[in-house]
């Protein structure tokens, strides 16, 4: 990892899609054991993936991590901290007006 | 593309790929009046950020101080009380959505998605922390409280389905960033998240069960149920910050203050800015806040050294100036140009005057117990 440079990486993944009435959520798993580090960026190749209501679509499909600079990795965690209240459940968007 | 495995729906049930069995909910769409308003859904993309985290010390937990307490409280998620509970029955009265007063309407629909993506991202968050860990307890707690998220993310998109919005999962093929969180923090702000959320659904049950006229929509019967897993995994937090002392005493506390300080002051500002919701729920949020700052106060005494003292006479002036604050930034954006900037940074200047004034009111110190689990009684 350089100070300056991002690597780019690509990993097989599988995604797994839920749009069940008991389970409503959407996980990629890397296959080869990558590891997504702070600040990294990854992304899903191929079309969008859609799951019909009722149904749990698994695909397996190649991911593209773009690693983050060694600088970028250290901003990440030194800054993160600051957006922790997304964590925060209230309800309602930040929008002041709908 | 290559789709490993369909589990397909009884209507879907001959579908063996993603695209046939759309092109068979496509087809079936133009049968029913039901799924005809499907194809003109409102889409909405869900949104959820992604994290990461200090794994090595998620790993280094010891639970074994806490032991009964800890195997006492995943027993109980493992025997999983609220299996089947989430999904539409008799008691799901009929929703006229033609007749809803539209700013009640918005309010309702915002309510429905923002609470659909925290669910969604607390799934997501949570799963990831089952994924990276290799602490039995710690990932098997994880493991369970994601699995609730998701039942409440699909059960929230159900009733969106019904008000014509359309929930897309499709954000993964977009490039995503991860930001990186202690541990700490993500415990400090996942348990007041989890103990306000409680706090808030509680007082709307109790209130509706008392005046069921201003039930305007059948979610809000569930809420009870809801809310006990909000309480469950708020027990989980405590008992994981009552391993390390260190994390709620000295510097901590300050933090503690903070969290506590920031997360009331959101919901007020939050709440104050959806007046046609609590408007038709009959409730007042001035009263709202009021009691669920109580509420959440009480509850987290089982774990945090201090809380806010909501009666001190700046605490309600405060709030309120951060709220006009913020109104005052909204309008400032909104008309632009060089006065809207001033206008925009004499706001953010109001709001964080008016935080300063709510983080420096001294707080309540107490004793911790040293019995940390509790029972949801309100």
């Known amino acids: ?98 | 593309m290559n789709v490993q495995n369909t589990i397909a729906a009884t209507h879907t049930a001959d579908a063996t790929t993603v695209e046939e069995g759309l092109a068979i909910q496509e087809a079936q769409a133009v049968l029913d009046s039901v799924s005809a308003t499907e194809v003109a859904m409102q889409n909405t993309l869900l949104t959820p950020r992604f994290y990461t985290t200090d794994f090595d010390e998620l790993d280094a937990i010891d639970v074994s101080s806490v032991r009964r307490d800890w195997d006492e409280l995943i027993d109980e998620m493992v025997a999983d009380p609220n299996k089947g509970h989430f999904r539409k029955n008799e008691a799901w009265d009929h929703v006229d959505w033609d007749g809803m007063d539209p700013d009640l309407r918005k309010e309702f629909i915002d309510f429905l998605i923002s609470s659909c993506t925290a669910e969604f991202s607390g799934c997501v968050l949570y799963k990831e922390m089952k994924r990276r860990g290799a602490n039995k307890d710690v990932t098997q707690l994880f493991q369970l409280m994601a699995r609730d998220e998701a039942r409440h993310a699909g059960f929230i998109n159900d009733a969106l389905r019904e008000a014509g919005v359309a929930v897309n999962l499709g954000f993964l093929t977009q490039k995503k960033k991860y930001t990186y969180f202690r541990p700490k923090f993500i415990y400090y702000a996942t348990y007041l998240s989890e103990k306000i959320g409680y706090a808030r659904y509680i007082t709307i049950f109790r209130h509706l069960q008392a005046n069921p006229d201003h039930r305007f929509h059948p979610i809000f019967k569930w809420f009870e149920e809801w809310c006990n897993d909000e309480f469950r995994h708020g027990e989980a937090f405590a008992l994981l910050m009552k391993t390390d002392p260190k994390l709620t005493q000295g510097i901590n506390v300050y933090w503690i203050k903070f969290f506590l300080t920031a997360v009331y002051a959101t919901m007020y500002v939050r709440d104050h800015q959806r007046p046609a919701f609590h408007k038709a729920l009959g409730v007042d949020p001035d009263w709202y806040a009021h009691e669920v700052f109580t509420k959440t106060s009480k509850l987290s005494e089982q774990i945090f050294p201090i809380t806010l003292d909501i009666e001190h006479p700046r605490w309600q002036r405060n709030l309120e100036r951060l709220h006009k604050a913020n109104v005052q930034i909204a309008d400032a954006k909104e008309q632009g140009g060089v006065a809207g900037k001033l206008k925009q940074l004499a706001g953010s200047a109001k709001a964080a005057l008016a935080f300063a004034s709510l983080l420096t009111i001294p707080a309540n110190k107490h004793r911790v117990p040293a019995q940390t689990r509790l029972e949801p009684v309100y």
């Not at chain 1, 097989?12 to 580090?37: K, M, Q, W």
């Not at chain 1, 009722?54 to 990795?73: F, H, M, P, T, Y």
């Not at chain 1, 965690?77 to 968007?93: A, H, K, N």
Request: some cysteine.
């Open chain 1, 1 to 98: 990892m350089g100070l300056l440079t991002r690597e780019i990486e690509r990993a097989p993944c599988t995604v797994e899609i839920s749009h069940c009435f008991d389970s409503l959520h959407a996980h990629v798993r890397f296959n080869n054991g990558a590891v997504v580090y702070p600040g990294d960026e990854v992304q899903v190749e191929g079309p969008e993936i859609m799951a019909p209501f009722g149904e749990i679509v698994r695909e397996d499909r190649e991911a593209i991590i773009v690693r983050a600079s060694k600088l970028e990795q250290l901003w990440t965690r030194l800054t993160g901290d600051f957006e922790v209240m997304e964590l925060c459940e209230f309800s309602f968007s930040e929008e002041v007006k709908l």
